[in-house]
């Protein structure tokens, strides 16, 4: 190990990881693989999984050490049997989803599954590579949402006295993407001001979560989501677009469609323009998937004539969602323009900068105002961003929507590759420590 790699023994604490499919295991899986690549001994320690966490698709990524502990902390393999993952939005909840949503409604995010996985970590019967890890790390890394990974950092650095960072990819506290009760709410928050102030820096995805956190704690870094450039470049030799002059327009979405991802003002504007004979929207195939059954029941409520340009699919592994990425002629990307919440501000999906990175032109039902659109703007001029429908009914009638050309490659998108943010990491870490030996 080189001496000026001050951190060079990294433990993450994560629940969110291969095996399972999600975009949210992206971040510490890049990280962690550029991490190693630099030299640094890195070691992930996360839940074991079963089918109900998600589809058991992904490879564990090169150079690193993973150990999968149950909620006893005992390390053993993941498990694909067993009741199948529901995600919130799936148009028939089962009972077990309900009941979840019920004590979500009353309780919030505080009553989570991974809880015990936190306190397994000060069990005296923890694993022993776990221990050892934890033993020999110069710092450890509790990486959220779940929450119960910050409080697994916390007890972390109680046992083995070990520096430690918090990051966040979502907000805990005054999330707008979680139900809750107001009471709920504020002990989530001092849950969220206890936790963060026992670490030795935090670190969020972007601006206004890192000014929302400055209140909790002294220390607050921005490395945002990003892309991994050599995942990307393969999506891209490997895809496959049709040139026919008359086939269908495709636009894809991958993903989930949540309350604030339905592109209300795109197809509000298809519909205006079929209506006054402007655009024949046969010539659109629209191509969703992930979990659409939200967008499903809008199309059937209040757009049953444009239902049959939209066709659902369930979601695919990592690598082969970047295929169909690279594969289409529009990406369409639909998130919240509100304002009235940090939370909704600050939440730059991992989706995001894959888009970005894959090149193809994004329709974003987003404002332009926000921090999510301004990014995509800045990102090139083939890209259209509005949460205006007068503005999409002009856009769907240019000559830039139905002849998408091949852009070239945008120098600010570079900068968002995980090969990057890893070394920004990196060196945020030898601060850390080089500040917890003096």
Not at 32 to 39: P, Q, V
Not at 291 to 297: K, M, Q, S
């Amino acid at each position: 190990m080189q001496d000026n790699k001050i951190a060079g023994r990294i433990v993450f604490l994560v629940h969110y990881f291969p095996p399972i499919n999600s975009s949210g295991a992206k971040r510490v899986e890049a990280l962690s693989k550029y991490l190693a690549r630099m030299g640094r001994t890195v070691t992930v320690i996360t839940t074991r999984k079963s089918a109900v966490d998600g589809a058991f698709t992904e490879a564990f990524p090169p150079g690193i050490q993973v150990l999968q502990l149950n909620w006893l902390g005992r390390a053993g393999d993941s498990r694909p049997g067993g009741r199948q993952y529901e995600p919130m939005f799936s148009g028939k909840p089962s009972p077990a989803r309900r009941l979840k949503g019920w004590v979500t409604a009353c309780f919030g995010q505080i009553p989570d599954p991974r809880i015990p996985f936190a306190l397994s970590l000060m069990s005296p019967f923890l694993d022993g590579k776990a221990r050892r890890a934890l033993a020999s790390a110069d710092v450890v890394i509790g990486s959220s949402p779940p929450w119960p990974m910050l409080l697994a950092a916390v007890l972390v650095r109680a046992r083995f006295g070990k520096p430690i960072v918090l990051d966040y990819r979502d907000q805990f506290s005054e999330c707008h993407g979680w139900p809750g009760s107001r009471a709920a709410k504020f002990v989530e928050r001092a849950i969220d001001r206890a936790l963060a102030g026992r670490a030795c820096a935090l670190v969020t995805v972007s601006q206004p979560m890192a000014g929302y956190y400055s209140a909790f704690a002294r220390r607050v870094s921005v490395i945002m989501n990003g892309y991994d450039p050599e995942a990307i470049a393969t999506a891209r030799a490997g895809a496959a677009r049709s040139t026919t002059a008359d086939r269908p327009l495709v636009i894809r979405y991958l993903g989930w469609i949540t309350p604030s991802r339905v592109p209300m003002d795109l197809l509000r504007a298809i519909q205006a323009l079929e209506g006054k004979g402007l655009l024949d929207a046969s010539r659109l195939r629209f191509e969703v998937f992930g979990t659409g059954a939200l967008l499903r029941a809008v199309l059937e409520k209040d757009f049953p004539d444009l239902l049959c340009r939209f066709h659902f699919e369930k979601a695919v592994p990592y690598r082969d969602a970047l295929r169909l990425m690279a594969g289409a002629d529009h990406l369409l990307f639909a998130e919240t323009s509100s304002r009235e919440s940090v939370s909704a501000q600050g939440i730059l999906t991992t989706k995001l900068f894959e888009y970005l990175a894959i090149g193809r032109p994004i329709l974003a039902d987003i404002s332009p105002d926000t921090v999510i659109g301004g990014m995509i703007a800045k990102a090139g001029t083939h890209h259209f961003v509005s949460n205006l429908q007068s503005e999409f009914e002009r856009y769907l009638q240019d000559r830039a929507f139905w002849e998408p050309g091949e852009p070239g490659e945008s120098p600010f998108v570079k900068t968002l590759s995980r090969a990057a943010q890893a070394a920004d990491y990196a060196a945020l870490l030898d601060e850390v420590c080089a500040g917890a030996r003096r």
